[in-house]
């Protein structure tokens, strides 16, 4: 308790020696604060002493120079009546820029063994800044190299940032005149397909028979393709027999049963075939369509069919000839 009392009291001493005549900052009066306070008062002691041992030296020092200044004025004065009085205007320039040099140089006297080693460090010192510049002017002119670089590289990025503008300005055109395009296209797929319902709704109310179809001949048209060339290998084997002696009852019996399988056969594909023929033209006879939006759908579907019906009875009779 009573180090804590004596701590507060040279805090107190201290803070008004540090202040002096203006009055003390308020500060809360806690063992923290006090501490720190009273710790800050020893380094700033220890600080004080030192400092006065510096001055102390350095008037001592003063005292010894100018003792030994005053030794040398006599010593001169003595040996060649010299005094610093008598000297010229150029002569006390002189001394005084020899003292200046001194003092510049931080020489201990104004001696020529202390000049000489001042000058060497001072042109050492000279030789490195002239180096270190030399090397500041190389690494400027590289920066200045790359900065160039940089620039022209800048200038060819924004050359080529105005090319690729200019590049995508024409294809999003590009994209928008396709986009329309794609938009007619869809537009005219529609009409079509509204078109092609309208006509294969109109076809189916004439009667006309699904049979009747592209799809359809072509499915024939491949079957008896197909048929043909199955006979093919049967008429090769056929061959194989025409000049062996005929057997005249085994030959009846296999005439017998190829008119049952021939009668069997044209059974189906004429009849069949006949009755496409008479629908097609019965649809051919009737009159066209009063359909003003879909005229001209319905001539082309009639020329069509026409062409078909051309094909068609031709297709017939070489299937008639075939089945006969």
């Given at each position: 308790m009573e180090a804590q009392e004596e701590k507060e009291a040279q805090v107190a001493a201290w803070l008004k020696k540090i202040f002096g005549d203006h009055p003390i900052p308020q500060y809360e009066v806690n063992p923290r604060t006090t501490e720190i306070l009273h710790h800050l008062s020893e380094r700033n002691r220890v600080r004080d002493r030192d400092v006065c041992l510096v001055i102390e030296d350095l008037k001592q020092k003063a005292s010894e120079y100018e003792s030994e200044a005053k030794h040398l004025q006599d010593l001169l004065m003595e040996s060649v009546n010299f005094s610093p009085a008598n000297l010229s205007g150029a002569g006390s320039r002189y001394l005084n820029a020899l003292v200046d040099s001194a003092v510049?140089?931080?020489?201990?006297?104004?001696?020529?063994?202390?000049?000489?080693?001042?000058?060497n460090d001072l042109t050492s010192d000279l030789f490195r800044t002239k180096s270190k510049n030399e090397e500041i002017k190389l690494e400027l002119a590289k920066l200045e190299k790359n900065l160039t670089a940089t620039l022209v590289l800048e200038k060819c990025l924004q050359e080529d940032l105005k090319k690729a503008e200019l590049h995508l300005s024409t294809e999003r055109a590009k994209v928008d005149h396709r986009l329309q395009n794609m938009d007619f296209l869809k537009a005219?797929?529609?009409?079509?397909?509204?078109?092609?319902?309208?006509?294969?709704?109109?076809?189916?109310?004439?009667?006309?028979?699904?049979?009747?179809?592209?799809?359809?001949?072509?499915?024939?048209?491949?079957?008896?393709?197909?048929?043909?060339?199955?006979?093919?290998?049967?008429?090769?084997?056929?061959?194989s027999y025409l000049d062996l002696m005929p057997n005249p009852?085994?030959?009846?019996?296999?005439?017998?049963?190829a008119k049952r399988e021939l009668v069997s056969s044209s059974s189906f594909f004429p009849s069949y075939f006949l009755k496409i023929k008479e629908k097609t033209l019965i649809w051919l006879q009737l009159p066209p369509p009063f359909f003003p939006s879909y005229s001209k759908v319905n001539h082309g579907l009639k020329a069509v069919v026409c062409h078909y019906h051309a094909f068609f009875n031709t297709f017939l009779d070489m299937c008639m000839c075939f089945f006969a």
């Open positions: 510049a140089l931080e020489t201990k006297d104004s001696s020529l063994a202390s000049f000489i080693p001042a000058v005219k797929s529609e009409e079509f397909r509204f078109g092609i319902k309208a006509a294969e709704e109109q076809l189916s109310t004439r009667g006309m028979d699904a049979s009747l179809s592209h799809q359809s001949l072509v499915a024939l048209s491949e079957k008896l393709a197909e048929l043909k060339r199955q006979t093919i290998p049967l008429k090769k084997k056929l061959e009852s085994l030959a009846q019996v296999k005439i017998e049963e």
